[in-house]
């Protein structure tokens, strides 16, 4: 386990130097970039960019006012983006174990505060590891929002990620994550390939592993945001690899309680009011469930509950109670990507829509 944390420490502390050393599209963000996004992203200072090794657009909806963890922060990049959505009154913390992407992070922490015209900085950066949060004194309930982008596949003990997320969240908070995962547990002498390891890849998760671990740390239902299938670029590793399937995935996983392990029929329905900050017509919930601006949409119980117990319970009005149970609700799918090959063989995720 140390000999791991030190070759991702080495890889990413030395051997990379930007994004463009990666040697496969793992660690690259293949997420589209919404427009009002944009001029966000170009207040990033260029050096905080240039050492940004994500997956994916960890950037949920409705953070203003928000506190935000975000799990192996790298040079920053996330969390200087999503300061300037949480606003002044918001706060993000980043945690990361490696010196040199900590030392870029900090190192442009006055020049974010003057870009987005704040008094005083509202993020800050600790060193720490992902799986021991409270080694870092973060206390039970104390953030709204979990972010992490292409880190988790890195950590040695995913279990424990999840778990102290879990300890960490508020009530009716969530982590929103994208990381790398595939089709089938990569073989022990793929892990201690220290590229592999380095690329996002060998420390994969196996779908079922992830979601058997997101639900025993009580994360009970996860919902698939977005994803994409991987390509190497590259033929000796593509060689090594050959026979496994790699995805880059968006996950929302809601600390609520109530949540049933499939999506069951209490004849429940949701309207959108469209009053999300840039979503006037249409706001997506998973990678299934679109709610269209004034249109009363059914809904599974958990659905229901994702939205009233979250901080998206003003944007919705709801209709109907648990009072009568119709069974399980119809058209519900699993929450992995439709073109997972093998996916008659993968268990049942639980999620609707």
Known sequence: MDEIKTKVKQ???????????????????????PDWLKPLMQNIHPEVASKYYGCGLVAPDKLRGMRILDLGSGSGRDCYLLAQLVGADGYILGIDMTD????????????HRQKF???KSNVEFKKGHIEKLDELDIADNSFDIIISNC????????????????????????????????????????????????????GALYW???????????????????????????????????GIDFYSATY?????????????DYGQAVKYLGSTENLPQVFKLDSGYNFVRDKITPVCGNSYLMLAESRFAEDFEFFGSFAKHFGSFENCGDNLPTNVEDKPDIADSGSCC
């Open 252 to 264: 929302r996983l809601f600390k609520i309680p109530e949540l049933e392990a499939g999506c069951e």
């Open 117 to 119: 015209g704040f008094a």
């Open 100 to 111: 040199e992407q900590l030392k870029v992070a900090n190192e442009h922490l006055e020049y």
């Open 151 to 202: 880190v988790i596949n890195l950590s040695e003990d995913k279990p424990a990620v999840f778990r102290e997320a879990q300890r960490v969240l508020k009530p009716g908070g969530e982590m929103y994550f994208s990381d790398v995962y595939a089709n089938l547990r990569i073989p022990e002498e793929l892990v201690a390939d220290p590229v592999l390891y380095g690329e996002c890849l060998s």
């Open 208 to 242: 079922n592993d992830f979601l058997n671990q997101a639900k025993q740390a009580g994360f009970t239902d996860p919902r698939l945001v977005s994803s994409r299938r991987l390509d190497m670029h590259n033929k000796e590793l593509e060689d090594k690899t050959r």
């Open 11 to 33: 890889y990413y502390g030395e051997i990379l130097t930007s994004s463009g050393d990666l040697q496969t599209s793992a660690c690259c963000d293949g997420d589209a970039v």
